[in-house]
């Protein structure tokens, strides 16, 4: 499907660029409001349904037959815009919960889990998004469509599947009255071994998001 075909039903909200970029937009609008730190105690929650609701978009990318962009080069966006404000910021809101474990590939057998952040995984896709909104809003509908799909494929779609895992754990853990091992000690730059990830937990206790979730901590 040609920008042409696609941006003449642009303002269609049955159409399937509109309801993309829709749901892109969202997810960048809120995760820039929870960076500001208004509201730190419902990030974890809010991020939680914020992600979930864009990995729904990325479903219907990643199901979608392959989207050809029309020119062979992609056209020059100019410098692309700077995240790490927005990591820093998230990380604030999110220690001392921001590092977890994580599987790359499940399909591919590692020695250990390795460290990641929430916070990092949240800026990565930011930026995958926002270059692809930026040819959007250029009029390059196909472009955006083309980006969005394979950068969901190479990059987001399994960098926000694991920051989901991880959101959905710390919520369940409060839901269940099951306190949080404390993280102090894993940090992204170390190798750990699996036994050596159980070693450095500690205790993080829940009560960092149950307030929010409305949920009374166990005695």
Known sequence: ?????????????NDFAVQISDQVESFL????????????DSAVPFLLLEVSQLL?????????????????YEPDLGPEPDVDDLRQKLARILDPIDVYSEVFDPYEPRKAPVACRISDDLADVMADLRHGMAHYRAGRTTEAL???????????????????????????????NQPLD???????????????LAEVAGQVMAEEIAGPLGIRTAK
């Open 1 to 13: 499907m040609s920008d042409a075909t696609l941006n003449t039903v642009k303002d269609d909200p």
């Open 29 to 40: 609008v809120a995760v820039a409001e929870v960076a500001k730190g208004d509201e730190p």
């Open 56 to 72: 729904l978009a990325g479903g219907r990318l990643g199901a979608h037959e392959d989207i050809v962009p029309d020119e062979r």
């Open 146 to 176: 083309w980006w969005w799909q394979f950068s969901y494929f190479s990059n987001w779609g399994s960098t926000a599947s694991g920051a989901l895992r991880a959101l959905q754990s710390l919520v369940a853990h409060v839901r269940l």
């Open 182 to 196: 404390d993280l102090d000690g894993l940090d992204t730059d170390e190798d750990l071994t699996e036994d050596a």
